[in-house]
């Protein structure tokens, strides 16, 4: 049974900074991209972030770029997004989620695309 599991999510102010690990079981995790997505109330889920398989690629959203980073570790079965700088607006559910298929560019930002997914940690940025 594959899980993803996300912590570190919680309340910050804005200019603070937080750390989501992301731990995957019951898959080969280096056979699989992973994305960040994160859903605000009333909004779609929208891609953060994403690190290709063997992590030589990464791709960000223009909203967060120079802010957020994300690494893998692939011996510890675990992604996780380094939040710098977080603003009100980033204020959301924070999703992990894997990505099996092969991608030219290493990464997929469609939500759709991907096959598993955590069941979330909250981020809470106050102004």
């Known amino acids: 049974q594959v899980q993803l599991v996300e912590s570190g999510g919680g309340l910050v102010q804005a200019g603070g900074s937080l750390r989501l690990p992301c731990a995957a079981s019951g898959l080969t995790f280096r056979r699989y991209a992973m994305g960040w997505f994160r859903q605000a109330p009333g909004k779609e889920r929208e891609f953060v972030a994403g690190i290709s398989r063997s992590g030589d690629s990464t791709y960000y959203a223009d ?13 510890k079965n675990t992604v996780y997004l380094q939040m ?6 980033d204020t959301a559910g924070y999703y992990c989620a894997a ?8 990464v997929t930002t469609t939500p759709n695309e991907y096959d598993y997914w955590g069941q979330g940690t909250q981020v809470t940025v106050s102004s």
């Open 84 to 89: 710098n700088s977080l603003k009100p607006e």
């Open 99 to 106: 990505d099996k298929h092969f991608r030219l560019r290493g």
């Open 63 to 75: 909203s967060v770029k120079g802010r957020f980073t994300v690494s893998r570790d692939n011996a």
